[in-house]
């Protein structure tokens, strides 16, 4: 089982910058693929970013290609989702996910999830 904790959501005007943070408990997290995903209201929860158990291959949506860097740090088992230039459609609830194997985007692919965390761009 793997528990995971998102932290670091909040308001910020567009063009800011906010750092989220996904802690995780459970001896496998150093080998669980991360990612994080989002939904906003009256939409499906959308991928955004993911990183492999090792941080050798990560992946992002096009929408957030540039602006977005997802980090792990395995000695805390978090993962961290630094968010730059954020724009009003960025708003949603960010969600951590885990799951063995390699990065997909799909989301029934990902077997944990956390409770999610709010992050609002004023424009």
């Known amino acids: 089982q793997v528990q995971l904790v998102e932290s670091g959501g909040g308001l910020v005007q567009a063009g800011g910058s906010l750092r989220l943070s996904c802690a995780a408990s459970?001896?496998?997290?150093?080998?669980?693929?991360m990612s994080w995903f989002r939904q906003a209201p009256g939409k499906e929860r959308e991928f955004v970013a993911a990183i492999n158990w090792s941080a050798s291959d990560t992946n992002y949506a096009d929408s957030v290609k540039g602006r977005f860097t997802i980090a792990r740090d395995s000695a805390k088992n978090t993962v961290y989702l630094q968010m730059n230039s954020l724009k009003p459609e960025d708003t949603a609830v960010y969600y951590c996910?885990?799951?063995?194997?390699?990065?997909?985007?799909?989301?029934?692919?990902?077997?944990?999830w956390g409770q999610g965390t709010q992050v609002t761009v004023s424009s």
């Open positions: 459970g001896r496998t997290f150093s080998t669980n693929a």
């Open positions: 996910a885990a799951k063995k194997g390699p990065i997909v985007v799909l989301t029934i692919a990902w077997d944990y």
